[in-house]
């Protein structure tokens, strides 16, 4: 399959990666864009040679935003109808680990992407903001319920509300990355970390995602019980017994995903 | 390029930035600052250059900012000196620290203010023995800028950097070799050629390993020395990636002069 604004490597070690590749327009996030990403994250939820994604942009910019000439031509009514918002729902559906490995600039919709992901490796260049304000809008995938939800509400505040960028750094110590390494292994070492998940067993991974996501959208309660019904279905898999049984001969375990 | 502040020249894979305003020392200006910019931006896209010397005209390196620029009149409003910070020193001092190849400074003459701390934020310093250094900014009601509060830090130690930063005294050359501030005291008709002859040496030499080098001493300024020793591996496996590693080795096993491509 091509597509015309994101190039997708396939499979190694089960990991797919996928490539942001509008490099004229700053990786800008158009509709056809996210829809590919959907088109590409939909079918690697079917493919079971697929345990985890990466997804990354270029080495300067990981993504600069919406498509503002695009934004620019829908009055309330084109934008009540865009297909915008079913494709970010389609992003955030996807079952298995989303690994963003991020360089340079992730701004605005390109952000609101590195939120949608699992987990984020980040080069020590890399920048993040929302600046959405600038042009009298407001983060419309997310950033304001997602951002506030991990960074907290003074930093969340201070980015959508000046639009100011943070750093790599910072942006770690906000927990909005997980790991800043140099520029240069930040693909690499998303690959590890999305290798090393492609080798757990996929159901356990995949009811492990659900269960953590819920966290921001349901209270303890409800949460633990998720928890607990996932802790139980996945008594019934074989992955689990074998995972046990390894264990306890000092073996191994070979998961078939069952 | 031609320049009315600075002289910029580029030879045997050697980028030379002379600060050139002698009659004021080579104080900075505005326009003296956007010409500085040009430069090293200059260096930093010209794939031939794979070092950077910073030196200055005349009698001293450089006195800083240029203070006619900067006449506060009774009664005047007060200048926003962070605004001229934020746009002209602080992405100087960024651009020279992050500069993918060793930045070598010749003080060929006296130092101050902020001319001490560019000095200062260079990879190797030599300085004429005739060259002072002085954080002159305490007698005018200022704090060191452009770097020097942190520079100084992690040079000369808090002890020094207090003492040096609050009286303002002038330190020699040797005295500053000496302190572990800059790394040769030379004799002052030496200085220039010194550091150039150091730099084209530099220049022959693996340019992304020591520009690794470069990264990884800067960073273990922050980092504790578990986050160090994941970085070096992270750099490592970059420089083991690396043509001129290729070469070294090879030219070491075959025991002749290896030649390195900066890459």
Redesign the interface.
């Known amino acids: 399959m091509t597509y015309q604004t994101i190039n997708t490597q396939s499979a190694t070690k089960g990991v797919l990666t996928i490539t942001l590749n509008r490099p004229e327009a700053f990786n800008a996030l158009n509709t056809l864009l996210l829809s590919e990403v959907a088109d590409v994250l939909e079918q690697a939820d079917k493919d079971s040679d697929i345990g985890a994604v990466v997804i990354t942009g270029g080495p300067k910019v990981f993504a600069a935003g919406a498509d503002i000439k695009e934004m620019a031509a829908l009055d309330a009514v084109g934008v009540m109808n865009d297909d915008r918002p079913k494709h970010w729902r389609r992003i955030y559906q996807f079952s298995k680990p989303l690994i963003g490995a991020v360089n340079g600039y992730a701004l605005g919709g390109g952000c609101e992407l590195v939120m949608h992901c699992d987990i984020v490796i980040a080069g020590d260049s890399a920048l993040f903001g929302q600046p959405e304000i600038n042009l009298g809008i407001i983060p419309g995938a997310g950033g304001t319920q997602r951002l506030i939800r991990t960074v907290g509400k003074p930093l969340a505040m201070k980015m959508v509300l000046s639009g100011e960028m943070i750093d790599a750094q910072t942006a770690l110590q906000a927990n909005l990355v997980a790991e800043v390494?140099?520029p240069?292994?930040t693909i690499?070492r998303a690959h590890e970390l999305a290798a090393k998940i492609a080798s757990k067993p996929p159901i356990a991974v995949r009811l492990a995602k659900e269960a953590l996501l819920k966290a921001f959208e349901t209270d303890l309660e409800s949460g633990l019980n998720l928890e607990r019904k996932a802790f139980t279905l996945l008594a019934a898999t074989e992955d689990r017994n074998e995972g046990i049984a390894a264990f306890m001969e000092k073996r191994k375990p070979e998961f078939k995903g069952r | 390029m031609s320049f009315n502040n600075i002289e910029f020249v580029i030879e045997d894979g050697v980028a030379i930035l002379t600060l050139n305003r002698p009659d004021s020392l080579n104080s900075f200006n505005a326009e003296m600052h956007s010409e500085v910019r040009e430069a090293l931006k200059e260096t930093k896209k010209n794939p031939e250059v794979r070092a950077l010397v910073i030196t200055g005209n005349g009698r001293g390196f450089c006195a800083g900012q240029d203070l006619s620029d900067r006449n506060v009149a009774p009664g005047a409003e007060a200048p926003n000196l962070g605004e001229s910070i934020e746009k002209n020193y602080n992405p100087m001092i960024r651009s020279i620290r992050a500069l993918e190849m060793p930045v070598i400074c010749a003080v060929n003459g006296v130092a101050a203010g902020a001319g001490a701390n560019i000095a200062l934020a260079c990879d190797i310093v030599f300085a004429a023995r005739s060259a002072k250094f002085i954080q002159a900014f305490c007698k005018i009601g200022l704090i060191p800028d452009s770097g020097g509060t942190w520079t100084l830090s992690h040079t000369v130690g808090q002890a020094r950097a207090m003492a040096l930063s609050m009286l303002g005294d002038r330190i020699t050359a040797e005295q500053a070799e000496q302190w572990g501030m800059i790394w040769k005291a030379v004799d002052d008709e030496a200085v220039k050629e010194t550091a150039i002859a150091t730099a084209k040496q530099l220049a022959t030499q693996p340019t992304k390993g020591l520009a690794l080098i470069k990264?990884a001493i800067q960073a273990s300024a922050t980092n504790t020395l578990d986050e160090q020793l994941d970085?070096e591996r992270?750099?490592q496996?970059?420089a083991g990636r690396t043509e001129d590693y290729r070469e070294g080795v090879a030219a070491f096993m075959e025991k002749r002069e290896p030649s390195f491509k900066g890459q």
């Open positions: 390494v140099i240069e292994r690499e | 990264r970085l992270d750099l496996t970059i």
